[in-house]
């Protein structure tokens, strides 16, 4: 199977512009999630998707927002960049939950866009 | 909120055991993850503890005691390839993958 893909790996914005990220999950998966990596705050959850709905939202401002198609491939969209938008940005997706073991939790990370904000 | 505390830094040998620390204040809980993130590369699962008690996995092994709000990951028979970082995560929640991390431990690893 192949993993979750991102794309592009590498962006440069200034600030002001606007920037979206693509995310393609493993096969099968229907939930995506986001999160922002950077330094100073770590691993932070951005947004869930499930079946084309925001299932979860993290502490972010509104100009982060994201969708998902029917295919569960998911964008995030962040307007007017900051430079302290500057992060790695992860997408994972997660399997449908079997009974005992809880795989829910395991969540398949993608290599992330490492966005730059100049 | 949630809001997970650990160590940022251990350095070890090779064959030595390291093991990491996790202690957590959340409002709800469903189980504590960890995963692990080489330099320049994505999270990777490791482990999940549902209940309390030790989890095995090969070298690794994560144990989580709810009452203390405390769970640990060891590494045993270190290697230099686990020189990376590691990250325990609690997902709050039954519904949703909307996963908490702590700020990670840098596991350095020398010959």
């Known amino acids: 199977k192949a993993g979750v893909t991102q794309t592009p790996r590498y962006l440069i914005k200034t600030r002001g512009q606007q920037v979206t990220l693509s995310c393609s999950p493993i096969s099968g998966h229907r939930s995506v999630s986001w999160y922002q990596q950077t330094p100073g705050q770590g691993l932070q959850f951005l947004f869930e998707y499930f079946s084309e709905t925001q299932r979860n939202k993290g502490n972010f401002p509104g100009r982060f927002s994201g969708r998902q198609f029917s295919n569960s491939r998911s964008e995030m969209n962040v307007s007017t960049l900051e430079l302290g938008d500057s992060a790695l940005y992860l997408c994972?997706?997660?399997?449908?939950?079997?009974?005992?073991?809880?795989?829910?939790?395991?969540?398949?990370f993608g290599p992330g866009t490492r966005l730059t904000v100049l | 909120g949630q809001s997970l505390e650990q160590p940022s830094e251990v350095t070890a040998v090779e064959g030595a055991i390291v093991q990491i620390n996790c202690t957590y204040q959340t409002s709800g809980f469903y189980g504590l993850s960890w995963y692990q993130q080489h330099d320049g590369g994505a999270p990777t699962f490791l482990s999940y503890n549902a209940l309390d008690g030790l989890e095995e996995t090969g070298r690794f092994s994560s144990f989580l005691s709810r009452s203390d709000s405390y769970g640990y990951l060891l590494l045993q028979e270190l290697q230099m390839k686990d020189s990376a970082s590691y990250f325990c995560a609690v997902l709050p929640g039954a519904a949703g993958n909307k996963l908490t991390f702590g700020g990670g431990t840098r596991v350095l690893v020398k010959p």
């Open positions: 994972a997706s997660s399997p449908p939950p079997q009974s005992g073991r809880g795989s829910y939790n395991e969540q398949f």
